[in-house]
C-alpha cells in the first residue's frame, strides 16, 4: 500500500504558473509509473502526464510544450510543473501511481488538489 499527498493547487491567472507534488508515504523506486490526472466539473476524469520508473514521459496533447512531470526518487515525490496555463486546466489534479507485479496490479491515488485558472 501507499498515499498519495498532493499539494500545490491554488488559484492562478492565465499565463501564469503552478507546481503540483505528490508525496508518497513510501520509497516510489518500484513504483512503475506515476501520473497525474485531472477531472473538470461535468467531465470525466482524463490523462495529464505519466513518468515511469525509467523517466519516459507521456503527455496528453492539450498540455504537450506547457506541463512537465519528474519523480524524485531520493524525496518519495513526483511533480507537475504547470506553465502558460490556461482557463480549460481548471480542473482537480489527482495523482496516480501504477505498481506492477506478477500476481496482478495496484493503482493508487491521491485526494485532489483543486486548480483554478481565472483572472
Known amino acids: 500500500q501507499v498515499q498519495l499527498v498532493e499539494s500545490g493547487g491554488g488559484l492562478v491567472q492565465p499565463g501564469g504558473s503552478l507546481t503540483l507534488s505528490c508525496a508518497a508515504s513510501?520509497?516510489?523506486?518500484?513504483?512503475?509509473?506515476m501520473g497525474w490526472y485531472r477531472q473538470a466539473p461535468g467531465k470525466q476524469r482524463e490523462l495529464v502526464a505519466t513518468?515511469?520508473?525509467?523517466?519516459?514521459?507521456n503527455y496528453a496533447d492539450s498540455v504537450k510544450g506547457r506541463f512537465t512531470i519528474s519523480r524524485d526518487n531520493a524525496k518519495n515525490t513526483a511533480y507537475l510543473q504547470m506553465n502558460v496555463l490556461k482557463p480549460e486546466d481548471t480542473a482537480v489534479y489527482y495523482c496516480?501511481?501504477?505498481?506492477?507485479?506478477?500476481?496482478?496490479?495496484?493503482?493508487?491515488w491521491g485526494q485532489g488538489t483543486q486548480v483554478t485558472v481565472s483572472s
Open positions: 513510501r520509497s516510489i523506486i518500484r513504483l512503475d509509473v
Open positions: 513518468i515511469t520508473r525509467g523517466g519516459t514521459t
Open positions: 496516480n501511481a501504477l505498481e506492477l507485479r506478477p500476481g496482478g496490479r495496484s493503482d493508487y
